[in-house]
């Protein structure tokens, strides 16, 4: 009897760690895909300037925004439409109170989306990627405000620590002489793209933190169909909105004999087999496969666990930008040259990957729940 009980045990401690090897890496290809959303996007950028004929300094406001909101509604509208088809399992089992829940985390995750793509145009991918994954930080700062309490003292190290490499990520501090000084042209290093981007990460905070107050009262996979459909529907109402104020010719890539009017345009756009295909594989992996697993296998690992490999995105999202543009831009006909690995990309996105880490590993689970790509 003890002889069996002892095989019972060592079966069942096979199966966990067999369970937590597929969990881990299954964490790991999910930050792989949201990572090599970063250097899609992008390229979808380059190819809405191409298409309108400008440039990442020449575009209008407008025409950021209005391109944003299209990408976004056609993504996630083909990414809830897949979730019907591929889960239909799950879609039946969703409640209305999670319909509900997931509206709400839907529009704040949209508006979030929409700040990071549009900043996107204009910074590096890798930048992006290092900027966005201050949520990590912005958050547990966030809660000790909504519950008036002081920051553990990890938290403000951490937002410390991730200060000074956002000062290095973005040119606003040199290192120089062993250690770190402001540049002398600081303030002209700060652009556009990384106010947006930084303001897309705290915007990603209340994301999370209404995941983590709805998630104690549903079960999360449901808030997932909603969340998709509210986010292409607040796209497709902002692109109506926007798309008549953007000043840019709409005729500028318009094929022969066809009107010349906005509709049009932006058909045209979309009709372009290499735009609706990167479009398609954002919906596929970056959103259908990456909210799947991330439901699925997160919760076998401890908080800290997914913790760590969650820091792994914008290492990802470096990673991609110094393989995928110069195949992107051969699959497009986009000039994109591939990122290289600066002295700058490695003290900046090391000192917040430090500073992720830090705020991260004590957290709970849900402080990690944060979308991208």
Known sequence: MNLANHDTTTNNSVEISRE??????????VNAMWGCSFPVMKVLNFEVD?????????????????????????????????????????MRRVQWPQVVAGAVIGAVFYLGMMFQVSGLATIPASRSGFLTSLVVIFTPLVQSVVHRRPPRMVVIVGALIALAGVGVLTGLVEYRGGSLHFADDALSHWTIGDSLTTCAAFIFTGQIMLVDY????????????????TTSILAVIVFAFIHSWVPEPVTSRLPDAQPATQAWTWWALTIQPRFILLL??????ASLLAFAWMNKYQPVLSAGEASVVYTLEPVFASVWAMVLPGIL???????????????????????????????LWPQRKSIVEASST
């Open 214 to 229: 709805f998630g104690k009262r549903h079960e999360s996979v449901g808030f997932t169909p909603s969340m998709f459909a």
């Open 280 to 285: 398609a594989g954002l919906s596929v992996f």
């Open 50 to 90: 191409e298409h309108f004929g400008v440039s990442e300094f020449t575009s209008s406001a407008a025409l950021r925004f209005a391109s944003s909101a299209w990408m976004l509604a056609i993504r996630f509208g083909l990414a809830f439409v897949l979730f019907a088809v591929v889960f239909r399992t799950s």
């Open 329 to 359: 831009a051969e699959f497009t006909g986009i000039v994109y040259a591939n990122e290289t690995l600066s002295l700058t990309l490695v003290i900046g996105g090391g000192l917040i990957m430090v500073a992720n880490a830090m705020v």
């Open 20 to 29: 937590r090897r597929v969990a881990i890496t299954a964490l790991v290809a």
